[in-house]
């Protein structure tokens, strides 16, 4: 069985980022929300978000409260935000280890699959 981690880098400041709420949705016939967690102060979660019989082929979404992170930080956004939660939809192989990180700043992001 595969499992799927994330983690969330701060390209503006140069390292982890800690305390983002993450959450993760199964885009089957509905959206279903199937796990959360926060990040710690190494930018990941504590545990997998998917592994063993949870882990099943499909196309899901993760969210990233990555606007909250950053006025928290004391960065001045604009109203609205230009990035507030970033959303990514990617789809997977059950059998298969996958790492979606994601690297963010207030006013870009970019992800890919990791190892």
Excluded: C, K
């Amino acid at each position: 069985m595969g499992r799927l981690t994330t983690h969330i880098l701060d390209t503006s400041h140069g390292g982890p980022a800690s305390n983002v709420g993450v959450r993760l949705f199964s885009l089957g016939e509905s959206r279903e929300q199937i796990a959360h967690a926060t990040t710690n102060e190494d930018g990941r979660t504590a545990s997998p978000l998917l592994d063993g019989g949870l882990m099943v082929s499909g196309t899901y979404e993760l969210e990233f409260d990555i606007g909250d992170y950053f006025r928290a930080r004391g960065v001045e956004l604009a109203d609205p935000a230009f990035l507030d939660t970033v959303v990514i939809r990617f789809s997977v192989n059950g059998d298969e280890n996958y790492h979606v990180p994601l690297l963010a700043s207030p006013w870009s992001y970019s992800t890919y699959r990791g190892s």
